[in-house]
C-alpha cells in the first residue's frame, strides 16, 4: 500500500526568506514523487517529479526538492520566498512496485508568504 | 489550443437532477481521472480510465457513472444529484503512468 502525509495544514514565511513544506511518504517499493501547485479557482499544476537519479530536483519557479530514501521524505523548497507562492501544495506518490497506476495525494498544505 | 478544458465551469442544479460533467483534452493522453476536492478531505478520487472503453472505480464512485466512448472525452454524470455531492471536481489526464498528471480548472457544482 502506498501513502503520503502532510504534517503541517498551514506553512507562513515572511517574504524573502527561505520556505519549506513537508512530505513523508510509504510504500512497498521505489517511489515515484510529485509536487503540485494550486491556486484559487484553479486546478492543480505540476511542480517536480522524483523518478530516479540525482536526489536534489529542480523545477518549476524556482522550487526543489529533496529525495530522502532513508527518512521516506521528499520536502518543497524555496530559496526566497514570494508572496506570489501563496497558494495550495499538494505532494503526491505512487508505488513502483505495485500494479495500479493510480498516485495518492497528500492532504495539502496552505503556503502564506507575508511581506 | 493543447490543453484539458472541463465544461461548465459553474453550475448550480436540484436533488434529484442528473447533471453531467465534461471533461475534454487534445493531447490524445491514455489515462484520465476524476477527482473532487472538498474542505478537510482533500482530493478524492471518483473514477478513472487506462484508455478507451476502460473505466474503473475510485475511492468515492457511488452516485456517480463516468463513460469513455473517446480517448479524448471522459465525462462525469451524477444520475440523481445530493447535496453531498456539492464541490469542486477536477478532470486530469496523463500520457504515461510514471508522467504528472495535468488538470482541468475545474467545475464548482452546487446541488441545492
Known amino acids: 500500500a502506498q501513502s503520503v502525509a502532510q504534517p503541517e495544514d498551514q506553512v507562513n514565511v515572511a517574504e524573502g526568506n527561505p520556505l519549506t513544506v513537508k512530505c513523508t511518504y510509504s510504500v512497498s517499493g521505489n517511489p515515484y514523487l510529485f509536487w503540485y501547485v494550486q491556486y484559487p479557482n484553479r486546478g492543480l499544476q505540476f511542480l517536480l517529479k522524483y523518478i530516479t537519479g540525482d536526489n536534489l530536483v529542480k523545477g518549476s519557479y524556482g522550487f526543489e526538492a529533496e529525495f530522502n530514501k532513508s527518512q521516506t521524505s521528499f520536502h518543497l523548497k524555496k530559496p526566497s520566498a514570494l508572496v506570489s507562492d501563496s497558494a495550495l501544495y499538494f505532494c503526491?506518490?505512487?508505488?513502483?512496485?505495485?500494479?495500479?497506476?493510480?498516485?495518492?495525494f497528500g492532504r495539502g498544505t496552505s503556503l502564506i508568504v507575508h511581506p | 489550443d493543447a490543453g484539458i478544458t472541463q465544461s461548465p465551469r459553474y453550475k448550480i442544479t436540484e436533488t434529484g437532477r442528473q447533471v453531467t460533467l465534461m471533461c475534454h483534452q487534445t493531447?490524445?493522453?491514455?489515462?484520465m481521472f476524476w477527482y473532487r476536492q472538498d474542505l478537510g478531505h482533500g482530493l478524492r478520487l471518483i473514477y478513472y480510465s487506462a484508455a478507451a472503453d476502460i473505466t474503473d472505480k475510485g475511492e468515492v464512485p457511488d452516485g456517480y457513472v463516468v463513460s469513455r466512448s473517446k480517448t479524448e472525452n471522459f465525462p462525469l454524470t451524477l444520475e440523481s444529484a445530493t447535496r453531498s455531492q456539492t464541490s469542486v471536481y477536477f478532470c486530469a489526464s496523463a500520457g504515461e503512468i510514471n508522467q504528472p498528471q495535468h488538470f482541468g480548472d475545474g467545475t464548482r457544482l452546487s446541488i441545492l
Open positions: 493531447w490524445s493522453h491514455s489515462y
Open positions: 503526491a506518490v505512487r508505488d513502483s512496485s505495485g500494479g495500479s497506476y493510480i498516485p495518492t
